[in-house]
């Protein structure tokens, strides 16, 4: 178990990471999120002792490892862009860290073909790296990570360099592969599709302070304030009358604010909610609307595929209570 109390990096005047107090279960997948600059990468430097503390202790199984150097603590850390070694094999990046603990050749080919297989990549022991994609070099670095048996892995956005596409595919995948090997993970990123994807738990961060943690489901359901709802992927954050409005229509008691996902208000049909079309954007998977909401304010909303109203379109808007998250006032992380 990775317990993290009290977490302090500075870098002079600047803290970087401001009492983070975390932990992670053995087999458990925790995901920090936050924007550029929120400290998350400087945690996890700390936790791999890459930056020293200026105030609290990273411990595991109850251990702190204050004093023990980052060779020394029985964690691998992959990167965002991998860092193969280009003049060895597939097969030889993997094997490396095989060959450090001194496994014998025959069990060490066997072991590289079981990761290799594991991540995907059965067959490819014999290319070079430089003849790989991006996504195939993520994968070989995953698999040189697990042949470690690291008893945690530290996972610096490491798939931020792919296409979007891409990105989404491998997040699904990094998943499976973590959850066959019972690897222990903890992964910084900025992207909140690759959070949710892969994570069992996430931390966000802003400002170097952990503002809200709890399981993906309960994060999502129920952010801690406006800063956090937007920064999670909810389109708008609505307040007073206009929040009251929409959680009527809902089903749902009033409240002082809502955070408000783009495809909770749906165009079509009945729904109690009158509204004019503002601005259309097709999509191959939906309609995008910006609509003009009685007694709302401007707010966004989808349609179906193949449907193009025309700005000053009256529409109809269904609300989906699912999409919704009701703020409370004064929450705290």
Same mark, same amino acid.
């Given at each position: 178990?990775?317990?993290?109390?009290?977490?302090?990096?500075?870098?002079?005047?600047?803290?970087?990471?401001?009492?983070?107090?975390?932990?992670?279960?053995?087999?458990?997948?925790?995901?920090?999120?936050?924007?550029?600059?929120?400290?998350?990468?400087?945690?996890?430097?700390?936790?791999?002792?890459?930056?020293?503390?200026?105030?609290?202790?990273?411990?595991?199984?109850?251990?702190?490892?204050?004093?023990?150097?980052?060779?020394?603590?029985?964690?691998?850390?992959?990167?965002?862009?991998?860092?193969?070694?280009?003049?060895?094999?597939?097969?030889?990046?993997?094997?490396?860290?095989?060959?450090?603990?001194?496994?014998?050749?025959?069990?060490?080919?066997?072991?590289?073909?079981?990761?290799?297989?594991?991540?995907?990549?059965?067959?490819?022991?014999?290319?070079?790296?430089?003849?790989?994609?991006?996504?195939?070099?993520?994968?070989?670095?995953?698999?040189?990570?697990?042949?470690?048996?690291?008893?945690?892995?530290?996972?610096?956005?490491?798939?931020?360099?792919?296409?979007?596409?891409?990105?989404?595919?491998?997040?699904?995948?990094?998943?499976?592969?973590?959850?066959?090997?019972?690897?222990?993970? !903890?992964?910084?990123?900025? &992207?909140?599709? %690759?959070?949710?994807?892969? $994570?069992? #738990? /996430? *931390? @966000?961060?802003?400002? =170097? +302070?952990?503002?809200?943690?709890?399981?993906?489901?309960?994060?999502?359901?129920?952010?801690?304030?406006?800063?956090?709802?937007?920064?999670?992927?909810?389109?708008?954050?609505?307040?007073?009358?206009?929040?009251?409005?929409?959680?009527?229509?809902?089903?749902?008691?009033?409240?002082?604010?809502?955070?408000?996902?783009?495809?909770?208000?749906?165009?079509?049909?009945?729904?109690?909610?009158?509204?004019?079309?503002?601005?259309?954007?097709?999509?191959?998977?939906?309609?995008?609307?910006?609509?003009?909401?009685?007694?709302?304010?401007?707010?966004?909303?989808?349609?179906?595929?193949?449907? !193009?109203?025309?700005?000053? &379109?009256?529409? %109809?808007?269904?609300?989906? $209570?699912? #999409? /919704? *998250? @009701?703020?409370?006032? =004064? +929450?705290?992380?």
């Amino acid at each position: 178990m990775l317990s993290i109390e009290g977490v302090t990096v500075s870098f002079g005047a600047q803290r970087a990471v401001d009492d983070v107090d975390l932990r992670l279960d053995d087999g458990h997948v925790l995901a920090v999120l936050g924007p550029s600059g929120s400290g998350k990468s400087s945690l996890l430097r700390a936790v791999a002792g890459l930056e020293p503390l200026r105030a609290g202790r990273v411990s595991w199984d109850g251990h702190d490892l204050a004093g023990t150097p980052t060779h020394q603590r029985g964690f691998a850390l992959m990167f965002q862009d991998g860092q193969l070694f280009d003049h060895l094999t597939v097969a030889g990046n993997v094997g490396y860290a095989l060959r450090l603990r001194g496994l014998g050749r025959a069990a060490a080919r066997s072991r590289v073909g079981e990761l290799l297989e594991l991540v995907g990549l059965a067959g490819y022991g014999d290319r070079l790296p430089r003849t790989l994609s991006g996504g195939e070099r993520q994968r070989v670095a995953l698999a040189r990570s697990l042949a470690a048996e690291p008893r945690l892995l530290l996972l610096d956005e490491p798939l931020s360099a792919l296409d979007a596409e891409l990105r989404v595919r491998l997040a699904a995948d990094l998943r499976q592969i973590l959850r066959e090997s019972g690897t222990t993970a !903890l992964l910084v990123t900025h &992207d909140q599709e %690759e959070a949710f994807a892969v $994570a069992d #738990r /996430l *931390a @966000v961060m802003r400002a =170097g +302070a952990v503002v809200q943690q709890g399981t993906t489901e309960e994060v999502w359901a129920a952010p801690v304030d406006a800063a956090t709802a937007l920064f999670l992927g909810y389109s708008r954050v609505l307040t007073g009358a206009a929040a009251a409005v929409v959680l009527a229509a809902a089903g749902l008691p009033p409240a002082d604010a809502v955070a408000v996902r783009r495809s909770a208000l749906t165009a079509g049909g009945s729904g109690g909610l009158l509204a004019s079309v503002v601005a259309v954007r097709a999509t191959p998977d939906e309609v995008r609307l910006v609509v003009d909401v009685d007694g709302v304010g401007e707010a966004d909303a989808v349609g179906a595929p193949g449907w !193009l109203p025309a700005p000053g &379109d009256a529409v %109809e808007l269904r609300v989906d $209570a699912a #999409r /919704l *998250a @009701v703020l409370t006032p =004064g +929450a705290s992380p």
